[in-house]
Every structure is written in structure tokens, then in C-alpha cells.
């Protein structure tokens, strides 16, 4: 129904900055919220930013905020993730997942589509 496919990840040093994009195959792109997720390697995935369907509201989780910033492009169906201030620990496989709902979502088992992923690693 949706797939969606991530890009702009790499290797940035600490301190550096990154912008991870989004992009979705659905003509109703503006209806969904989104969020980004991430999972380093043995732990669980865990909640990064969420945004709402029309952009006007977002939620980030307190590791990143401050530092991260979500944003979504509805005429290009892309949401993206911009990324400042870089810490090794933030070094981890990014996701970004849509679903359905007027609401903001952080729960990864509200999100029905799920991106591939894409590796963000920062040395130090």
C-alpha cells in the first residue's frame, strides 16, 4: 500500500551534522502522520521524532531534542530529518514509518509502514 525509502545516511564526525530524507509512494502522503525510529545493533528500536499529518505539531524524544529537527514536504511526499550536533550514540540504523491518523504517533506498534533504513554512523 505505502512503501517508503530512506536516504542521506553516512559516516559524519562528532559534532557534524546530517539530513536524512524520506520519500513515500502514496497519493494520500498527507493524511498519515510519520516518525523516525532507530535501532543500534542488540537493542531495541527506539523513538527519534514524530510529526502530525499536516506538520503543525511534533514530538521529539529527549535524547534529540534540541538537536534534531523533523519536517515534511506534503507536495513531495518526503519527510525529512535533520540532524545537528552529532553524538556517537546517536550512531544507529534510522527508520522512518508512516501511519494513518490525525494524532502524533511515538509508539512503533501504532505505525502500520515501515522504510528499509539507513545506516548513520558518528565517530569521535
Known amino acids: 500500500q505505502v512503501q517508503l525509502v530512506e536516504s542521506g545516511g553516512g559516516l559524519v564526525q562528532a559534532g557534524g551534522s546530517l539530513r536524512l530524507s524520506c520519500a513515500a509512494s502514496t497519493l494520500t502522503f498527507s493524511t498519515y502522520a510519520l516518525g523516525w525510529f532507530r535501532q543500534a545493533p542488540g537493542k531495541e528500536r527506539d523513538f527519534v521524532a514524530a510529526?502530525?499529518?499536516?506538520?503543525?505539531?511534533?514530538k521529539y524524544s529527549d535524547s534529540v531534542k534540541g538537536r534534531f529537527t523533523i519536517s515534511r514536504d506534503n507536495a513531495k511526499n518526503t519527510v525529512d530529518l535533520q540532524m545537528n550536533s552529532l553524538k556517537p550514540e546517536d550512531t544507529a540504523v534510522y527508520y522512518c514509518a508512516a501511519v494513518r491518523t490525525v494524532v502524533v504517533v511515538t509508539d512503533p506498534h501504532e505505525y502500520n509502514y515501515w522504510g528499509q533504513g539507513t545506516q548513520v554512523t558518528v565517530s569521535s
Open positions: 510529526i502530525n499529518w499536516s506538520g503543525t505539531r511534533t
